[in-house]
């Protein structure tokens, strides 16, 4: 069963920056998504950032302009560039990866992220 990995998380002051990464620890055919999502204590799961196959990507309105996801589909990693971090970002971080034939739906075991002075 493949399964991926997160990386990257930790603790940055406000303003600060961090870099998530995401690899699957085996191949995974015709990827069609690719996506970050997060969780904050007492809140439901939200989506982050979503790119396609096509290149096309998604963001949340709270991080527009802030955070820039890329990915590489033929080695199934991606990433998630976070700058101008608030305390709001503070959650765990899930990537999650999409195939389309066979479809599977793959999730990461998480990383926090705290945003604090």
């Known amino acids: 069963q493949v399964q991926l990995v997160e990386s990257g998380g930790g603790l940055v002051q406000p303003g600060g920056s961090l870099r998530l990464s995401c690899a699957a620890s085996g191949s995974i055919l015709n990827i069609y998504r690719m996506g970050w999502y997060r969780q904050a204590p007492g809140k439901q799961r939200e989506t982050v950032a979503t790119?396609?196959?096509?290149?096309?990507?998604n963001y949340a309105d709270s991080v527009k302009g802030r955070f820039s996801i890329s990915g590489d589909n033929a080695k199934a990693t991606v990433y998630l560039q976070m700058n101008s971090l608030e305390p709001e970002d503070t959650a765990v971080y899930y990537c999650?990866?999409?195939?389309?034939?066979?479809?599977?739906?793959?999730w990461g075991q998480g990383t926090q992220v705290n945003v604090s002075s």
């Open positions: 999650n990866v999409q195939s389309s034939w066979p479809f599977n739906d793959y």
């Open positions: 790119i396609t196959r096509g290149r096309t990507t």
